[in-house]
């Protein structure tokens, strides 16, 4: 069989098959039955690479991981993170990890620095916005509202709403 680059679920089902087989027969790395071992491990550990990528974990999830795997609490990382409230913040993710925190996450949990270092992921919202472009519609009266605007200052947006709309 003529070895070609894996594009293929079929070829990279074969050339497994294939290792398989070889690796049963244990040659010599000298032989030409060990080179083409090799050659076919290095086509499907590049075909198994770029089709199976995975992606690295959030930090927050690398930490979690890590807890479950160790059966720990936030109480028992709190002192790694700066306290109770730090650990908190840091698992809601509402803290990022500072580089101290890093560090004691490596040398405790032994939790690779290279998982740690990249930012969590963040949470977004969108809100809606009216067809003008502007506050979704209400928004600006309740902001008003909420700063103590007056009852006249709101019947005016409404008003003037009203007229756009219509």
Not at 77 to 101: C, F, H, Q
Not at 152 to 161: A, E, P, T, V, Y
């Amino acid at each position: 069989m003529d070895l070609r680059i894996i594009k293929t679920d079929g070829r990279y089902r074969r050339y497994r098959a294939e290792i398989e087989k070889l690796a049963a027969q244990d040659p010599d790395p000298e032989s030409p039955a060990g080179a083409r071992l090799e050659l076919l491990a290095k086509l499907v550990e590049d075909y198994e690479r770029s089709k199976f990528a995975f992606s690295k974990p959030d930090p927050v999830d690398a930490l979690i991981f890590r807890m479950e795997q160790q059966g720990l609490r936030q109480k028992d990382i709190a002192d790694l993170l700066g306290g109770k409230n730090r650990a908190s913040e840091v698992l809601a993710r509402k803290r990022p990890l500072t580089l101290p925190m890093i560090r004691a996450l490596y040398e405790k949990l032994n939790i690779p620095p290279a998982l740690l270092i990249r930012e969590p992921a963040a949470v977004y919202q969108v809100k809606q916005k009216t067809s003008d472009g502007g506050a979704p519609k209400g928004e600006h009266a309740r902001r008003l509202a909420a700063l103590g605007g007056t009852q006249k200052r709101l019947r005016s947006i409404r008003r003037r709403r009203a007229r756009a709309a219509g």
